[in-house]
């Protein structure tokens, strides 16, 4: 594994918190400081502000199952293939993006080939010669 950079020791993240009087408080967290997967995936729920008891039928597993697996102390483990499904519901990458960081990446919300398009086409409306093609399978290649 590779070690965290110093540019992912200031990484923040915003994150929605609901409160039990269902107001939202904004909180931001910082990378570094989530110590664990299981960490990661509590603070995507608790951000989502889609309450833990809708959360657990929409994962399909019970709500007390679920806080048990929440608790850091519990040898009962979130299960991997429902981690997606997780981050679909609560509309958060977080668990991708501390993972992500834990490796030594960042999550970028664009493809490269995206970003690539993009310039091509802004380089061709203003009628400028494009100096790279971009084939079937997002290889990049000088143009000639």
């Known amino acids: 594994m590779v070690e965290p950079t110093i540019e992912g020791l200031f990484f923040l993240r915003r994150?929605?918190?609901a409160l039990d009087d269902g107001f939202v408080d904004l909180k931001t967290v910082r990378l570094e400081s989530i110590?664990?997967?299981?960490?990661?995936?509590?603070?995507?729920?608790?951000?989502?502000?889609?309450?833990?008891?809708?959360?657990?039928?929409?994962?399909?597993?019970?709500?007390?199952?679920?806080?048990?697996?929440?608790?850091?102390h519990d040898s009962r483990h979130f299960p991997q293939?429902?981690?997606?499904?997780?981050?679909?519901?609560s509309k958060s990458t977080l668990p991708l993006e501390w993972l992500a960081w834990r490796l030594?990446?960042?999550?970028?919300?664009?493809?490269?080939?995206?970003?690539?398009?993009?310039?091509?086409?802004?380089?061709?409306?203003?009628?400028?010669?494009?100096?790279?093609?971009i084939h079937e399978h997002g290889r990049v290649e000088p143009a000639g």
């Open 35 to 72: 110590s664990c997967m299981t960490e990661a995936l509590e603070l995507a729920v608790r951000g989502s502000g889609v309450a833990p008891k809708a959360m657990a039928d929409r994962l399909g597993i019970g709500y007390d199952h679920m806080c048990r697996m929440f608790r850091r």
């Open 81 to 89: 293939d429902l981690i997606e499904t997780l981050m679909r519901e």
């Open 15 to 17: 994150l929605s918190v």
């Open 104 to 133: 030594g990446y960042r999550l970028h919300e664009k493809s490269l080939g995206l970003v690539l398009e993009a310039i091509r086409d802004a380089l061709l409306a203003d009628g400028r010669d494009v100096k790279f093609s």
